[in-house]
């Protein structure tokens, strides 16, 4: 580039492209914007993630960074495909569409854990001002925002979905109106970000609009691989860059911020040589700032889920609807949890093919984890992944509200008023098997297609069916007479959520464990910030992709405050 960049945001997802807006509002700033993946617009979108129903985009490998492998549960050395977007919008691109903030306690939390300023009275602001809420209004809402918000009607709600709710409310979970309402416990019709069309919005369109792709202040580089950024002793000045064709760029710039998501963004921070010391010099990496939290504190939502094979009746009318109708958020009642630490997504269809049309779900996960794992450089080589161990129910809290909330779903499932609905109730997880049989392809279409017709005219062998070729012969009356069985199948069923978090942690200078200050800028350097979902401290009680936005948005305006008492002090600057 033959200017200086002023800000140059190194990743495309959720934060980045927020950022790139944001920042290159001032037509002062030059901006520039470096995507790993493909861009993704409002023109370009494909089918499958144009569609809200979204159970193909994150199955295509060309959305995804291929190689990436995970450690799911403690104690487990058996990897597994994790799926985190390689494409410009990130996970906006090709996640669930969920809008869901989480609860005021946990961005109080964060201000206690030294994150200075992150208390929900200044995160409030930000996250009505990235929404326009279609059905609520008044002092928690927005409507100016880029997100257009709104929920599935009543008269679209899946007859299963229908049942659960009314399951639910049996036991006490009553019906609520406002997801992102007051945080009480009950059942809510889930708030969804999409377009006036009814198609998903990733922030590469809701962001960089075609308006903000015309200002000529603002660069998008997408198939551009970050190696490493570039430092002048402790300060930032740059990024080196691998291109699609192997070419390798190296761009200056004034300020670099970090945006590549809770797994690559601690990566680069290593390779680059900011991380715990030891690490880095048996890597053979020339040492920059010594940080042993870079990497650390990995949160996840751990997941389990309860499904049913629906019949005719209880099948969803409407093929194109969103899947993840109503959520179900409870409390586990377990000593030093706090209130509505339990989430369960209540879904019409468990898969975007033919068997999961058939197949309904209650997807359970920990709404407040407290397992720790962590993300490790395993070669300066920015095409080898790191190692990601998230160690999930090494916390026995976790492990014990998991081995619940599958009772609480079976129970649900299990009731008598869903019997038009439903027929053979059954333990689930998103594991690789499933993952394996859900993509595309003429081979897994057939088997798909012909398991399908066998369960719609097997009649009462339904159950051994299930059980012979879906449950490999486990049984929920199994689990349930055996807390034994019942631990050793979450323990190796749980899952993620697609929900990484935490691993460039802010807190305070003198906390070893910190990686950024509260306005994410890195300890220890200069002119080096991140911004996505590895700054949280905690994991939020919600899908991560709202709390993400709202970061990148209330980090835009203190780049810019802060820019503003730059330009008026430049001495102390």
Known sequence: MSTMIDYLI????????????RLSEDPSNNVCLVEAGRDICAANMPPEIRSRYPGRAYLDV????????ALMGAGTRQSRRYEQARLL????????????RGAPADYDEWQRLGAEGWNWDNCLPYFRKLENDTDFTGPLHGQDGPLR???TADAALSPFVKAVIAALGEQGLARKPDQNGPWENGVYVGAIGVSAAGERIPTSVCYLTDVVRQRGNLSIRTDCLVERVLFKRNTAVGARLRLGDGQILEL??????ICA????SPALLMRSGVGPVNE?????IELVADRPGVGGNLMEHPSIAVSALLTRQGRTPFVDEHHEQAIVRFSSGLEQTPEGDMHGAILSRSGWHSIGYRLGSIFFWVNKSYSRGRVRLCSVDPLQEPEVEFNMLSDPRDLQRLKDALRLGARTLGAASLDAERSVVFPSSYSPRVAKVALPGLFNGVLRGTLSALLDIAGPLRGWLVRRLVTQGVTLDRLLADDQALEAFVRSQVGGTWHPSGTCRMGRADDPSAVTLGDGRVIGVRCLRVCDAS??????????????????ERIADLIKAEAVQQARSPATA
Do not use: Y
Request: hydrophobic share 50%.
């Open 10 to 21: 190194l990743g495309g997802g959720s934060a980045g492209c927020v950022l790139a807006a």
């Open 62 to 69: 060309g959305n995804l960074w291929q190689r990436l492998n």
């Open 89 to 100: 919008g990130g996970g906006s691109a090709i996640n669930a569409l969920m809008t869901n």
């Open 149 to 151: 918000i709104r929920r």
């Open 252 to 257: 200056a710039a004034r300020q670099v911020i």
């Open 261 to 264: 998501g809770a797994i690559h």
């Open 280 to 284: 880095l010099l048996d890597l053979g």
């Open 535 to 552: 700054l949280m401290p905690s994991i939020p009680c919600a899908n991560t992709n709202v709390p993400t936005i709202m970061i990148a």
